[in-house]
């Protein structure tokens, strides 16, 4: 069978927490899940097109040239809530030019698989594990199996066009028994976020999920799997040898969770030399100068850390489990031992009050941090915070966008005051306040290491001030 992956656009949305300057320039990210179904299908002897929309430039007749050169037996899109209905109107769209069946995938199928299926522009819907509901589907689809009502976590219509929903696949899936993603299919130099500094540039799974259990994140009730640490860097190797990685982000929420599984990916980094700069993201409680200047030596430039709120009981309100102090002892060892660092700041926190986002601010600038990105607080769904929203607004927000019911809006925030651009205003202040003072100009323009990196850094401050100056950070 000829399967194509439509890796359908992502930029701002009212709902989203970033501002419209980051949202659309933060970063142009490898598909990872369909590439991971993509390699899955090779596997079994299919053939697979990956079409990256975004990567690629293209537009909808482009992206339609493309399906109708490969002319496949069934197209997959990517159902994220936050920008489900940019994948509707995707799957409209091919659907009016092409009779051929969509499939969704992806986190807005376990949380939303009726609602996802009964749009009428999807076939099916895959919940759970790509290698015990995908590859299962296409075999359905190829008239191996008959029915597919026995599939575990395959969404479908029968032949009334009522939407069913199978028993959710409960396999979890074994990473160590994925093969790698298929990054054949996709043109590896066209990837980047802001704060990388090399192409071609990658990114990494090495564990899956998260075991705390913040108030905000809607990652604590997924659990917890972690790679073997051989098989990782074989795959890191393989992509250096390959394709030429010369970058690569560790895309897991939190590295470090398993420390001695990390410390090991490290060190066998270390003992093949291998040439790659490399990036994670961790908890600051979870860091000590040991295993820094391990990672150090492993290659790695850049620590992003969760650090949320600049008062205390903020934090202990989020059930975040750190403190201020612990966060200021990780940024600064981080610092002192020659790796970059970025904080992750968050503004309109529960009874978050105007003096203590300036605390937060503040606490920003104190810190030796390389970087800093502002978020507003905002609901996901399967956050406890969502909660709040969906009693207030008495439906849920995201389901209703899936179903086209609504149209894209912010979402009220009943655990604040403040307004959404009351909120906006905030945020773009903490990116001005962190970014715009001389010191730290001085600081970056004394460590850059190329002309491309001066360039990207010029581009992004030129649209920090212009969006300062027309507004557009609040634009909606
Ligand atoms: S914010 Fe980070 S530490 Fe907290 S639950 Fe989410 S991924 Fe885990």
Partial sequence: MRVAFVHTPYYFQEHMENLPFVANNFAVLPPMGMLYASSLLKEEGHETEVIDVKAEGLDKRETIKKLEDFSPDL??????????NIAMDWAEYIKGEMEVPIVAGNYGMIRYPEAVVSNDFIDYGVMGSARGVLTKLVKHLEGER?????????????????????????????????????RDSIDNSKYYTMASKKRPMTLLITSYGCTFQCEFCDMGDFGYSGRNPKDVVDELEYCIEKYGIKEVDIFDRDFLIEKDRAKEICREFVDRGLDITWSCRTRVDLVDRETLELMKEAGCRLILYGIESGNQEILDRDHKEITLEETREAVETTNDVGIETLGFFII???????????????????LPLDYA????????????????????????????????????????RPWTDLTNEELEEWAFR??????????????????????????KNCRIALKMIWSSLSGEYASR
């Fill in 146 to 182: 008959e029915s597919i009502e026995n599939v575990s976590g395959i969404v479908y219509k029968n032949k009334d066009n009522e939407v069913i929903v199978n028993e959710p696949d409960c396999q979890t899936e074994n990473l160590d028994k994925l093969p790698w993603p298929d």
């Fill in 348 to 366: 309109g926190h529960q009874g978050e009050t105007e003096e203590e986002i300036k605390e937060t601010i503040e606490f920003a600038k104190e």
């Fill in 430 to 455: 903490g990116y001005k306040e962190f970014y715009l003072r001389p010191r730290y100009i001085f600081k970056k323009l004394k460590n850059l290491e190329s002309f491309s990196e001066f360039y």
């Fill in 373 to 412: 990105q502002f978020f507003k607080m905002s609901g996901k769904p399967g956050a406890p915070l969502y909660d709040q929203i969906t009693e207030e607004l008495g439906y849920d927000y995201f389901e209703k966008l899936i179903r086209g019911e609504i149209d894209v809006s912010d979402m009220p």
């Fill in 75 to 84: 197209i997959g899109v990517m159902v994220i809530p936050y920008t489900a």
